[in-house]
T-cell receptor, first 112, second 115 residues
Framework: GENVEQHPSTLSVQEGDSAVIKCTYSDSASNYFPWYKQELGKRPQLIIDIRSNVGEKKDQRIAVTLNKTAKHFSLHITETQPEDSAVYFCAAKNTGGFKTIFGAGTRLFVKA | DADVTQTPRNRITKTGKRIMLECSQTKGHDRMYWYRQDPGLGLRLIYYSFDVKDINKGEISDGYSVSRQAQAKFSLSLESAIPNQTALYFC??????????????FGPGTRLTVL
């Protein structure tokens, strides 16, 4: 069935360093790839997304890249800050379908 | 602000008890979802609904049932709770159109413990 694998499960970086989280998906019909951030005790919220007709998208310190051939997509956070500490979920969806498939999540720790 | 709300926020119950988790939204969205979050397993879909007359099973629907009482209300029931249903449960909504039509808007979550 449809599956999204996410790595690493835990990531610890020093403040100011970059963080990279990688995902792979199985359904070649997926064409929408959102990333959600869940702070401790809070609900997941969308932080950035990318569609299959685009290879890269940036929003300030965060960027996503997509390699459709390899079915890989990644989240890049530059100049990390303590407030970036959270669980990040990648996801994949076929916009013609109904379900969003989530990865297992990456817990990011940014050490001050 | 338009929002998604869940009640209760926390619940402790015993094995075999029936429990209902409720979700309401003021976003005017047609699509509603119930997810379960467990450490290391991400968000897994239990049920989803596209309108009052449409209910669909997700990947882990066994042991759960749902009711879509109105466009704005979607309830999740555990008919006979068991300890491995201890988890954090999220309701979510999404729109059928507009620039955010693929985005999931989550409620604050219900932490359920089954003893």
């Amino acid at each position: 069935g449809e599956n999204v694998e996410q790595h690493p499960s835990t990531l610890s970086v020093q403040e100011g360093d970059s963080a990279v989280i990688k995902c792979t998906y199985s359904d070649s019909a997926s064409n929408y790839f959102p990333w959600y951030k869940q702070e401790l005790g809070k609900r997941p919220q969308l932080i950035i997304d990318i569609r299959s007709n685009v290879g890269e998208k940036k929003d300030q310190r965060i960027a996503v890249t997509l390699n459709k051939t390899a079915k890989h997509f990644s989240l890049h956070i530059t100049e990390t800050q303590p407030e970036d500490s959270a669980v990040y979920f990648c996801a994949a969806k076929n916009t013609g379908g109904f379900k969003t498939i989530f990865g297992a999540g990456t817990r990011l720790f940014v050490k001050a | 602000d338009a929002d998604v709300t869940q009640t209760p926020r926390n619940r402790i119950t015993k094995t075999g008890k029936r429990i209902m988790l409720e979700c309401s939204q003021t976003k005017g969205h047609d699509r509603m979802y119930w997810y379960r979050q467990d450490p290391g397993l991400g968000l897994r879909l239990i049920y989803y609904s596209f309108d009052v007359k449409d209910i669909n099973k997700g990947e882990i629907s066994d042991g759960y049932s749902v009711s879509r009482q109105a466009q704005a209300k979607f309830s999740l029931s555990l008919e006979s709770a068991i300890p491995n249903q201890t988890a954090l449960y999220f309701c979510a909504t999404s729109d059928l159109s507009g620039s955010s039509y693929n985005e999931q808007f989550f409620g604050p979550g219900t932490r359920l413990t089954v003893l």
